[in-house]
């Protein structure tokens, strides 16, 4: 009888929460697609889902939450972020530590990372490396309540080759983690193995995956640029991911690593910085999303400027990158390639986020095509576009509320005032 009752109360209470109605309102709306935004902001939510979008009558008895001052927009989309870590000012003590923390230590550190990226508006992210399978976990624990913070899409372990940018084994001597890493540890050789580490990492979980085509500024030793996966390895990998339904990112500064990514049918381009017009026109004709992740780099150099504790290959790496990316994305742009919105989070400190909008319209990027680019371009890229990125009827009630006019200040995203995600209200003022 105790166990019929409570099973009882269950089904009533989330059958409550199903037919709930709420109605949030605000002087502007953003929906996330458009040109322009609206006058006033009116959102009807139902349980999780969005009922309709702009002037509409409150429904009987439903809860009404009326934000002044405010521009309502679909929650923000991340398209790369790392979530199991976080720098410090000591980049060669952050590796250490990596190194030296067990995965449940690094997951209980990460939780306070996963709560502060939800309430700066960002609800729903694509992890792009993680060790341990962490962000699988995160993903699962998040999903069912166990703890706050984003919806992940998660790529597990990024893919590299020997001595590459993902392979961590760099530059400590033969032998000190054990045998020589192999395609289960996310590095391999040869297209074989490319498809061997897809579906590995597919099988423990990856909801997409991802490729390091080049070197990159933060790996232990001089390489930036350079192609470090062939084109047969590449054209594997690509081909094995979509085969098995996913999409597949390229970390890639470097124009010949990312050109073998773009002509493999890659989905997307991370960073870019030294791309040249070739590699550009590529993206064009095939429709490659690029994703500049501007505060990455902006955030390394800026942390040296202060003083920060680096690898001298690091520091002449960064400024490199720095001084190329911001060139490589304004003619992007220019051509009309499309822009992601990704910023590379756990390289600079997490819930900074919305800086990128910043960067990106400092450098010749509309506030609305921003925007768009952290609503409908990112949740199409994700191949979520049916559930999140835009504030539609029939969509889930991820929905964000700014102070300010964005439109006017690009930089009212970094004043979140109001965050729902799947319906659940975690922040309700500034």
């Known amino acids: 009888m105790i166990r019929f009752v409570a099973f009882f109360l269950l089904i009533v209470a989330l059958g409550s929460a199903q037919d709930r109605v709420t109605v949030i309102r605000a ?16 959102v009807v939510v139902k349980g999780n889902k969005i009922v309709s ?24 989309l991340d398209a790369h972020v790392h979530l199991a870590q976080q720098p410090s000012m000591n980049g060669i003590a952050d590796r250490l530590d990596r190194m030296s923390k067990s995965p449940a230590e690094t997951a209980l550190d990460a939780t ?11 609800t729903t992210v694509r992890s792009l490396g993680a060790n341990d399978f962490l962000d699988v976990a995160f993903r699962n624990s998040i999903n069912n309540g ?18 590459g940018h993902c392979d961590f084994t760099n530059s400590v001597k033969p032998g000190l983690f054990g045998p020589e890493i192999s395609w289960q540890q996310g590095i391999f050789n040869g297209p074989i193995e490319a498809r061997a580490a897809v579906r590995y990492m597919i099988k423990y979980g990856a909801d997409l995956i991802k490729v390091c085509a080049t070197g990159g500024v933060l790996s232990a030793n001089n390489d930036v640029d350079s192609p470090q996966v062939t084109q047969e390895e590449m054209n594997a990998l690509v081909d094995e991911t979509h085969a098995k339904g996913k999409k597949a990112a390229a970390h890639a500064h470097g124009a010949e690593g990312a050109k073998r990514a773009i002509r493999a049918g890659i989905d997307s381009i991370e960073h870019g910085s030294f791309m040249d017009d070739e590699a550009l026109t590529l993206m064009k004709q095939k429709g490659t999303v690029y994703v500049p992740t501007l505060i990455a780099g902006h955030s390394v150099v800026e942390r040296i400027d ?33 822009i992601g919105f990704g910023t590379d989070a756990g390289v600079f400190e997490h819930g900074r986020n919305a800086e990128e909008f910043v960067l990106l319209v400092k450098n010749g990027l ?3 095509d921003a ?22 009827a029939g969509k889930l009630a991820d ?18 005032m109001f965050v729902m995600k799947d319906g659940v209200v975690y922040r309700n003022g500034r």
């Not at 929905?399 to 979140?416: E, F, R, S």
């Open 399 to 416: 929905i964000i509320a700014v102070v300010g006019d964005p439109i006017a200040d690009i930089a009212a995203t970094q004043k979140v």
């Open 366 to 368: 509309k506030p609305i």
């Open 112 to 122: 306070v990372y996963l709560k502060r990226t939800l309430e700066a508006g960002f």
């Open 306 to 338: 202060k003083g920060a504790v680096m690898d001298p290959r690091t520091v002449v790496k960064a400024r490199a990158a720095v001084n190329r990316v911001y060139e490589t994305f304004r003619s992007a742009a220019n051509r009309g390639i499309t």
């Open 53 to 76: 979008v702009g002037e509409a009558g409150v429904p009987a008895g439903a809860t009404v939450i009326q934000l002044e001052n405010a521009t309502l927009l679909p929650g923000f």
């Open 371 to 392: 925007l768009r680019a952290a609503g409908s371009v990112d949740a199409q890229l994700f191949g979520v576009a049916d559930k999140v990125g835009t504030l539609e």
């Open 27 to 42: 002087p502007r709306l953003y929906d996330g697609k458009s040109d322009k935004i609206v006058e006033p902001g009116v």
């Open 146 to 163: 166990s703890i706050v913070g984003p919806r992940i899409l998660a790529a597990t372990k990024a893919l590299g080759t020997t001595g």
